[in-house]
């Protein structure tokens, strides 16, 4: 078996790329597409970290415009993340991995409470870990929350998984047929140009800590595993560019 790069990843599960082409919120065929390539990463010894956005449920800044006290409507969107939390947990165990939901918010009914040295000590387990809640506070976005994770977990690189897009594009793809894919491009640069692919905040965090990003497909067939081995997949972002 070819070995692994990294020891430590963190991937970051946006509530879009669960929702999928299905005409539900969640679409079990991603579920159960993310659970086969996160039982690859196990086998291969990679100790895996997953939070989970909840856009496909509720966006706090979307409830914000329709009049609603910005602080309630991100702790709405924090339950929707556990929401999803939980559906990938289910189907994760299917698998026959052992996983742990571990929420910021406190919802010690269906999950553990975040704290550090505990879902250290379950990554180095063989544990899988999914993260929720965000940062348990409002006007944070999931993505930070990601990037916080990362450091905190000491993970090597941040595997952003999306829907549809297979990296990162001057223009949206979607729309614009001539849109241009970046191959790797550095925090600055996608800073510069205000490039969607995740707030400032987490940019600037990455940044600091030198946490490299892969934003790929995540339907795209064994990408996971493609990046834990080497490949070159989607659009790197990191500190060198």
Partial sequence: M?????KRILLK??????????????????LSAIAQQTKQLVAYGVETGIVTGGGNFWRGC?????????????????????????ALQGVLEEQGLVARTLSALDVHTVAEPYI???????????????????????????DTAAALRAIELGA?????????????????PLKNPQAKKFDSLSYRKAMELHLKV???????????????????DIQSPESIKK???GESIGTLISREG
């Fill in 116 to 142: 550090r040295r505990r879902a250290i000590r379950h990554l180095e387990k063989g544990r899988v870990i999914i993260m929720a809640g965000g940062t348990g506070n409002p006007y944070m976005t999931t």
């Fill in 227 to 229: 990046i834990i081995l």
């Fill in 156 to 172: 090597e690189i941040i595997l952003m998984a999306k829907h549809n897009v297979d990296g990162v594009y001057n223009d949206d």
């Fill in 62 to 86: 979307d409830a914000e415009t329709m009049g609603m006290d910005r602080v309630t409507a991100d702790h709405a969107g924090m339950l929707a993340t556990i929401i999803n939390a939980l």
């Fill in 198 to 216: 995740m707030d400032m905040s987490a940019f600037s965090l990455c940044d600091e800590h030198n946490i490299p990003i892969v934003v790929f």
């Fill in 2 to 6: 070819a070995m692994a790069k990294y």
């Fill in 13 to 30: 599960l946006s509530g879009e790329s669960l929702k999928g082409n299905g005409p539900g919120v969640i679409d079990p065929s991603i």
